[in-house]
């Protein structure tokens, strides 16, 4: 939900070689910390959560332009620092296959890796509460309120253009976006899209009778709706074949 569909060069050197050093840092981190874990178990897992994750971050819900992330999902089935390898793995296929720019890749590993580290802290917490489907569901909805939060903030702090974070159609290919920035700069026009540019851009956004901020909050509200009920259909049925995978999160702390 919260990936970033920019090209190369929209955002400053600065960020993004930042959010690289930052990702591989959190991915060191990761490989010294995965070898302490039944590896033989997890591998497999994780290898179809990749896949999935793959399939569902590339691939728009339907009527909405927004997809699914599924990375809540890999934090509780695989661990928050093989989920976060497997997402750095995702994201840098994604822009190998022009699903967003190499350069981005970082960012956006931080900003979807911080789904499966705080989807598996929070699931670990919530199910000492309730029922592990309840638990995945609230999980789920806090966890991409804040990833999507956060990639806001990243898009604005870098100002690489909040339009480009924005879910609708009109912006939603990669193309579109190589195109429109290669007509930037052979007219030598700012890259960045100013208020009236982004006004006129979010106006755009329709969803059944709603534009604009209407449109884009019920976009936001179904698509994290519609996460968090295909993510508890998935843990609903771990419970009735290997519940013992489900249950065994968060049975040691997320160093272990």
């Known amino acids: 939900m919260s990936h970033l569909h920019l090209v190369d060069g929209i955002i400053a050197p600065l960020w993004w070689i930042a959010g690289y050093v930052a990702t591989l840092g959190i991915v060191g981190i990761a490989a010294t910390r995965v070898k302490k874990e039944d590896l033989s178990k997890k591998v497999p897992f994780i290898g179809v959560i990749s896949a999935l994750m793959l399939i569902t971050m590339s691939v728009p819900v339907g009527f909405l332009p927004f997809h699914l992330n599924l990375t809540v999902l890999a934090g509780i089935l695989a661990g928050p620092w093989l989920g976060f390898i497997a997402v750095f793995i995702v994201n840098l296929i994604l822009a190998i296959i022009g699903h967003g720019g190499i350069t981005v890749v970082g960012l956006n590993t931080l900003i979807i890796g911080t789904e499966v580290l705080l989807g598996y802290a929070l699931f670990k ?120 995978m489900i249950m065994q999160t968060g049975h040691g702390t997320i160093q272990n």
């Open 125 to 244: 917490i919530v199910k000492k509460y309730m029922k592990p489907v309840a638990a995945v569901s609230i999980t789920v909805i806090i966890t991409l309120l804040i990833s999507t939060g956060l990639m806001v903030g990243v898009v604005s702090a870098a100002n690489a253009g909040l339009a480009y974070a924005l879910p609708h159609s009109h912006h939603g290919s990669i193309q579109e976006h190589a195109d429109e920035h290669e007509a930037v700069e052979e007219d030598h026009v700012d890259r960045h899209h100013d208020d009236e540019d982004f006004e006129d851009i979010l106006s755009e956004v329709r969803i059944f009778a709603l534009s604009g901020w209407g449109a884009i909050g019920v976009i936001l509200l179904l698509g994290i709706a519609l996460e968090a009920f295909i993510t508890s259909l998935i843990i609903a049925f771990f419970m009735k074949v290997r519940p013992e």
